[in-house]
């Protein structure tokens, strides 16, 4: 049986998808603009244990840095351009600290789903701070962020760290024995690949109580087809395609 769903049934993916630098305050802005109330962002840990958003384990795509982003204190994370590379409207936007995207999301009354991200060999530490930290920030409000991870052992952290806060697992591919991973940690979700999921696989995930989402949905008929087969969220860069209203 599952139990009800408070998230809206389209999130905008790293902010406003491919429009703006993913992983900012600006991306978030520029989604908000399009009507988007939910989205996803990434998070991982600088060396002195701060969690912040960035998608890749390094700092060469989508900033002016170089180098494992883990291997910075944030101090020194803070001075990077990450919005000149997406074009020069977005020159010296700042990568952003996990708080304050979370100040921004309740001041507005956004929802988020937070994928942990972890720097290789942190998984489990990443998973336990940002679950923490995330438990810190939403204390009393009425929904808490929807925590995700391709890596049980980060939502295992994050279970130990703060049990009540929701899980997700992300899947790029069925292997054997990820719906009983997903049971055992207690998961409410599993978000796949969009193209993974069929009848069956929908009935099986909400026969034992999970929701079902889907990353990264870009086109219509992919998004008709998965909201046929009744799946509960669809994440996606075309923010200017889709009306989350809708």
């Known amino acids: 049986m599952t139990t009800p769903w408070p998230y809206p049934r389209w999130i905008a993916h790293r902010g406003a998808g491919k ?3 993913e992983n900012t305050l600006a991306a978030f802005r520029l989604g908000a603009q399009y009507g988007y109330r939910m989205f996803e962002c990434d998070a991982k840990l600088s060396r002195d244990g701060i969690p912040f958003l960035l998608h890749d384990s390094t700092l060469e795509r989508t900033t002016d840095g170089t180098g494992t982003a883990g291997e910075f204190d944030f101090a020194e994370l803070a001075r ?9 409207a977005w020159a010296g936007e700042p990568l952003p ?3 304050s995207v979370a100040r921004y999301c309740l001041a507005n009354h956004f929802f988020l789903n937070i994928e942990i991200k972890p720097t290789p060999g942190q998984e489990l530490e990443t998973g336990r701070v940002v679950a923490a930290q995330a438990a810190q920030l939403w204390a009393g409000a009425k929904v808490p962020p929807l925590l995700s991870s391709f890596r049980p052992e980060s939502l295992a952290g994050a279970r130990e760290a703060a049990p009540h806060v929701p899980r997700a697992l992300l899947l790029d ?3 054997e024995g990820c719906i009983e991973q997903a049971r055992q940690l207690g998961c409410v979700a599993l978000v796949c690949k969009y193209t993974l999921w ?3 696989l929908v009935a099986r995930t909400h026969g034992l109580g999970m929701r079902a989402l889907s990353y990264t949905v870009n086109d219509a008929a992919a998004a008709d087809a998965l909201l046929a087969l009744g799946t509960d969220g669809l994440i ?11």
Do not use: C
């Open 173 to 175: 591919s069925l292997w």
């Open 198 to 200: 069929d009848a069956a």
């Open 80 to 88: 990077r351009d990450a919005g000149s590379w997406h074009g020069r």
């Open 19 to 21: 429009l703006a630098p």
């Open 236 to 246: 996606t860069d075309r923010v200017d395609l889709f009306s989350p209203a809708a």
């Open 97 to 99: 600290t996990l708080e």
